[in-house]
Nanobody
């Protein structure tokens, strides 16, 4: 089993920055595929950034060039640096760790990010 706890969300003005953190209580942290997902108001939960166990990253088109996903394996923590924030980035952000086989998948409870125009 594992627990994931997000932090770093809040209210920010358009054009501002936030850094989300996801502290993971899990064995073999770096072996997992990791991702951040966003659920916009009234919308579906969609993936915005992914980090593989071999350090490849990918981003949704809407956040490419503005968001950066990274991890600190010594701290068992996943990050999402969000720059040049826009009102459409508003939503609840969830971190996710899942095994390559798909057998194990863990989610945080989510954290609110609100970007004012």
């Amino acid at each position: 089993q594992a627990s994931l706890v997000e932090s770093g969300g809040g209210l920010v003005q358009s054009g501002g920055s936030l850094r989300l953190s996801c502290a993971a209580s899990v064995r073999f942290f770096s072996s997992y595929q990791m991702a951040w997902h966003r659920q916009s108001p009234g919308g579906r939960r969609t993936e915005v950034a992914r980090l593989t166990s071999d350090d490849r990253t990918s981003y949704a088109d809407a956040v490419q060039g503005r968001f950066t996903i990274s991890r600190d394996s010594a701290k068992n923590t996943l990050y999402l640096q969000m720059d040049s924030l826009k009102p459409e980035d508003t939503g609840v952000y969830f971190c996710n760790l899942h095994s390559a086989s798909g057998r194990n998948s863990y989610w945080g409870e989510g954290i609110q990010v609100t970007v004012d125009p």
